[in-house]
């Protein structure tokens, strides 16, 4: 790789994601980073996509929903493990950005590290929204990167005193932001009453509590004939997102009795474009509340089904924002507590603008070390026998981080051979989807019997 000191040398940033919503977070994120590229000595920066392959990989629909990220469409492209660790090798980039969940991040990182390159790239990671459960265990498979994002002030405190209460470096940790928060401020306007409920492809899980949801928010329309009411979905039936969705709310609704009103829409698109026509965002705990709430949008955090660890809206506590459909239905809505918008980083004080400022520090700084240590995760063959090499294996990678024997090959681009392996890929892909969308929830009831 040529010298950062080159004046004549692009900074180059690859991002590496494995769903929709991790591409968004990852894009958005690098570009953050690296805006104005000062500190350095790039005059421009160029930027790469690579989505890794696995059963939630974004299709063109969902690349295209995700909205302008900065990132020309013909750079970006599919890759495995093994093929991304080959890119790495060969590109020479600067920066890169995992936005991958904890397994992934963790052998990337032993990945990496086998490569052994005499100029390696900085290492950036971090989560895509509200961290809510498994922190200790999504947290430990991340260590090992240059830099931990946290999105608040709140994530980096028990960032870091996960990482101290195991004895693991903390340096890394490093507060920002949600990358996507923004837009326009909240503005009603006469005639407009809108009512947006934010679904999550996996919270709640079972049928019956997704029934719900959604026949209280078909009667909330029906309450209020005047007012639309859009369940905002993230995905079509088929596809995947950053979680599994067993039962669809598309497949519920048809099944629904009595219809749905004319004032109820299922819609999809850009969360930002649904916000901008947003008057009250209703979810359970999805990160959409963040971004809403960022924009001074009145918010509900449902507690109709309790609140709990295992539906997220436990981090919700504190907020002013837990209320249930009975309110709502009446005309509540929540104030939320300003105290805790600012300490999840959605105040209002303008912080935001700067939020990205220690970061973007933090990556300068390393960009500018002569040469970066060996990347050095907790998890190693040492700490971690019995769990670390499973990890790494999924990924086709040895204990040692090297890719397993048979898999080190060149992908063949082109020709038939090339054709025939794209088509039976996609085949797999399209019948794993199925499965977990209509097998498996037929078989779970007929175990119910």
Do not use: C
Request: charged residues 25%; aromatic residues 6%; hydrophobic residues 40%.
């Amino acid at each position: 790789m040529p010298p950062r000191t080159e004046k004549t040398t692009a900074l180059r940033v690859a991002v590496l994601a494995d769903s929709d919503t991790r591409w968004k977070w990852g894009a958005l994120t690098a570009r953050r980073l690296t805006a104005g590229a000062s500190g350095t000595s790039a005059q421009r920066v160029e930027i790469s996509g690579l989505l890794l392959r696995g059963r939630a990989t974004p299709t063109p629909r969902q690349l295209a929903e995700v909205g302008d990220v900065g990132i020309d469409a013909d750079r970006v492209r599919e890759v495995t493990a093994v093929e991304f660790l080959h890119t790495v090798r060969d590109e020479g980039y600067d920066v890169v950005v995992l936005a991958l969940v904890g397994g992934a991040v963790q052998a990337m990182l032993h990945g990496l590290a086998a490569l052994q390159l005499p100029a390696r790239p900085v290492v950036v990671t971090g989560y895509v929204g509200v961290v809510y459960e498994k922190l200790a265990d999504g947290l430990l498979l991340r260590h090992g990167a240059d830099v931990v994002l946290a999105n608040s002030r709140h994530d980096a405190e028990r960032f870091r005193a996960v990482y101290e209460g195991v004895g693991a470096d903390v340096s890394a940790v490093t507060e920002a932001a949600l990358p996507f928060l923004g837009g326009e401020p909240h503005r009603a306007q006469a005639g407009r009453d809108t009512v947006v409920f934010a679904a999550q492809p996996s919270v709640p899980a079972s049928r019956a509590d997704r029934t719900y949801l959604l026949r209280r928010l078909v009667e909330h329309a029906r309450l209020h004939p005047n007012r639309e009411v859009l369940l905002k979905l993230r995905s079509k039936p088929g596809e995947h997102t950053t979680h599994i969705e067993e039962l669809p709310y598309q497949r519920l609704a048809e099944r629904l009795p009595g219809g749905l009103p004319p004032n109820f829409r299922l819609v999809y698109g850009h969360m930002g474009e649904v916000l901008d026509r947003t008057d009250l965002l209703v979810t359970v705990s999805s990160t959409a509340a963040l971004e809403s709430l960022h924009r001074r949008i009145p918010t509900a955090i449902l507690t109709d089904l309790g609140v709990r660890e295992a539906l997220g809206n436990h981090h919700f506590i504190g907020s002013g924002l837990l209320t249930s459909w009975d309110h709502l239905d009446g005309g509540h809505r929540p104030e939320p507590d300003g105290a805790w918008l600012a300490g999840q980083g959605v105040a209002a004080d303008g912080t935001y603008a700067t939020a990205y400022d220690n970061a973007r520090a933090r990556v300068e700084a390393l960009l500018a070390t002569a040469r970066l240590p060996d990347l050095a995760p907790y998890y190693t063959p040492a700490t971690a026998p019995g769990y670390l090499p499973g990890i790494l294996a999924r990924h086709h990678l040895a204990p040692d981080g090297h890719p397993l024997p048979g898999t080190d090959r060149p992908r063949e681009t082109g020709g038939v051979r090339g054709a025939v392996r794209d088509a039976v890929r996609e085949a797999a892909r399209g019948a794993y989807r199925q499965g977990v969308q209509r097998v498996a929830p037929v078989i779970r009831r007929m175990g119910e019997l």
